[in-house]
């Protein structure tokens, strides 16, 4: 799965994100102006309904990117996005990946 990941950072930070219940959001396309679902699973992994979502069940889109910098800023932190592990370690700080997208957060 190769894709720009800074270009999907980039997008993703103009998505408006709500939340629609404990584990569901709601991402508002900044680009198609469609709203999609993003389920948080347990993992800690999430999952769009978008057509990338539904082709990659647990690979991250710009929706889900979305949806962990809201999260990341409720709790007080700047999310990072990166697209390889040696940029992320880079940065020393907590650091987590899925499918080829590194994060990395940092009080804000």
Partial sequence: MNRNTKIMSKKSCIHQVTRAGEWDFDVVSSTSGNVYNVTALKSGQYHCNCEWGKRYYRG????????????????????????NPV???RQKRQMSANQGVYFTSRPA
């Fill in 60 to 83: 991250e889109c710009s929706h889900t990117i979305a949806v962990r910098q809201f999260v990341a800023n409720e709790s007080d932190r700047k999310l990072s996005v990166w697209c």
């Fill in 87 to 89: 940029d992320a370690k």
